[in-house]
């Protein structure tokens, strides 16, 4: 460069970092004109000075600083779950527009100024922001739990139920939702805090107004007692609504069983008529009710010490009609196990009864068997017994014959030798003579004294009828020595030596 007609300095390069872009005005040209700047034309045309519409997307530019200034601008995040509601600063004017009935006068079809009727998806967005501007909208389900409803019941009490509502914003609606609710340019749809819920334009603007308006509505048409039974809900996983805790107690009684399925029958109700109410309404606005229900129920302490009595004495009932069930269970369990028991012993007799059985035939059987022998031997020692009494009998009537015989025989022998005499006391004194007279040669006594009486009837022979003495009978006929005849002295003499 001829340094007599040009002059030159070193600058910097300007970067575009990443996630923002570079919005570029141009030093030079001419101005734009009245006209334009009236018709709200504020961008720089070709030639003109002014802010040029397009921008720089991240990167490293060389830039001439005496010609454009450049300010880095935060690309626009539209998350996943958001959708991106657009504001269009350069454009057509909407005036013509409002006059249509068709249109409405929150949002504006595309390439005119406002609010752009269509929502941008997901994405990375570089925008000018003199041009437009993205606001993200949350799209996704959110859940929160409302604990500033009250509503009359018909009997007179003053209900104060916490409502679980499940609710999205409408991806068409988007833009709309936010030109009607948005104090600054952006919704608050955080929901977590208490704080945050009273910055939640969609909640303070549209869905509690709405719950709250048909809940007493609807709410006056029931009774209090029909909402509340203490922990009857609670003892029963199965019974309570979505949402809340399951608890670890155990199953209910029948009766808080239907207690609490007529609350819960009640609250389902009320549940329907909120959502068949509000649902609509919101809807109109652009946000959809997905769920309505009623997760606890703050009684009046009055009521709520009466219920809680009522449902103590309930549960007690129904502890008690527990407690017999159990009894009649084990009843049956101790009868179906004594049946059991008793018909295991009913075996167990009836096979020792059988065994006991067999074993006495067996017995009778070995008995009989051990009889019928010893009948048999019996019989035969009997047979023998008669044999040898038989043979005993003989040898005695033979021995008695032989003994009859000697006997006979002896006695004959006598018979014939008293048959020689007239008299038995003849034959004796023949005897006793025959034994005396050896003996004695003479006896010394008188006739008188006591030793010659012995003698006296045997001194005097036998008198025999018709005056004749008895005949001498021979020794040999009595089988005795015979006897010497001898005188008869008229004294007894002494005896010799």
């Known amino acids: 460069i001829n340094p007599m007609f040009w002059g030159h300095e070193l600058g910097q390069m300007i970067n575009g970092p990443a996630g923002e872009c570079l919005v570029l005005t141009r030093k030079y040209g001419s101005k734009i004109s009245k006209e334009r700047l009236a018709a709200g034309e504020i961008l720089a045309g070709d030639g003109e000075q002014g802010i040029v519409r397009e921008v720089l997307l991240p990167g490293s530019y060389r830039l001439n600083s005496y010609a454009y200034a450049s300010a880095t601008v935060p690309a626009v995040q539209v998350r996943v779950d958001q959708v991106g509601v657009r504001t269009l600063k350069i454009g057509k004017d909407p005036r013509a527009l409002f006059a249509d009935s068709e249109h409405t006068l929150f949002v504006v079809p595309d390439q005119y100024r406002g609010v752009q009727q ?28 409302l604990t500033d409803i009250e509503f009359p019941s018909r009997d007179g009490f ?46 303070q603007k549209i869905i509690l107004p709405h719950i709250r308006g048909y809940a007493r509505i609807e709410g006056s048409n029931f009774d209090a007692r029909d909402f509340i039974v203490t922990d009857a809900a609670a003892a029963d996983p199965s019974l309570r609504p979505r949402g809340e805790p399951p608890s670890p107690e155990a199953q209910p009684s029948p009766g808080l069983r239907a207690a609490a399925e007529k609350q819960l029958n009640t609250r389902e109700l009320l549940q329907r008529a909120l959502l068949k109410k509000v649902k609509p309404q919101c809807e109109d606005l652009g946000i959809e009710i997905r769920a309505v229900k009623l ?31 159990q009894y009649k269970a084990e009843q049956k369990l101790k009868a179906a196990e004594a049946l059991k028991e008793q018909a295991r012993d009913k075996v167990q007799a009836e096979t020792r009864l059988v065994q006991a059985k067999t074993q006495s035939e067996q017995l009778v059987e070995v008995e009989e068997s051990r009889l019928t022998q010893d009948l048999e031997n019996a019989k035969v020692k009997l047979e023998a017994a008669r044999q040898e009494a038989q043979a005993v009998l003989a040898q005695g009537k033979a021995d008695a014959k032989v003994i009859a015989l000697e006997n006979d025989a002896e006695i004959s022998g006598l018979r014939q030798a008293i048959a020689g005499f007239s008299s038995v006391q003849t034959f004796a004194q023949y005897h006793v003579l025959m034994r005396l007279g050896p003996a004695l040669t003479e006896i010394f006594a008188s006739d008188e004294s006591d030793f010659a009486k012995l003698f006296a009837g045997y001194m005097n022979p036998p008198v025999i009828p018709g005056g004749t003495m008895p005949p001498v009978v021979p020794a040999t006929a009595a089988g005795t020595p015979a006897a010497r005849p001898t005188t008869q002295p008229d004294t007894l003499a002494p005896p010799r030596e």
Do not use: F, M, W
């Open 158 to 203: 003053l209900l104060q139920p916490h409502v679980l509502v499940e609710y999205a914003v409408q991806k068409e609606k988007a833009p709309e939702l936010l030109v009607r609710l948005a104090d600054e340019g952006t919704l608050h749809q955080e929901d977590a805090t208490a704080a945050q819920q009273q910055q939640n334009e969609i909640l």
């Open 295 to 325: 997760t606890s129920l703050v009684p009046p302490p009055e009521l709520a010490e009466q219920i809680s009595d009522r449902d103590q004495a309930r549960v007690e009932q129904d502890r008690n009609k527990v407690r017999l069930g």
């Open 118 to 145: 269509t929502p941008l998806p997901s994405g990375t967005y570089y925008v000018n922001p003199y041009v437009e501007t993205i606001t993200p909208v949350e799209v996704r389900s959110h859940r929160v739990e």
